[in-house]
């Protein structure tokens, strides 16, 4: 699976490491990872799965 070079953590996520969960970006392709699991891999979710994600949090839906 394509590893993109530079990962980033959610803002929500905590300071001390608990509970981070980082996205990165590939081709077409948006990929979200358990920071403290990076071994297990990532959940690759399509561009448009993850902007109807976006606008659903966006809009308070999936709180």
Known sequence: MYDPRQW???SYSSTT???CVEVGQ???TMLV???QHRHLGS???GAG???SFVDGLKRG???
């Open 43 to 45: 959940l690759a979710f």
């Open 49 to 51: 799965e993850w902007r």
């Open 8 to 10: 980033r953590k959610s």
């Open 26 to 28: 590939a081709p077409g």
């Open 61 to 63: 839906e999936l709180v």
């Open 33 to 35: 990872r358990d920071t």
């Open 17 to 19: 490491g608990a509970n």
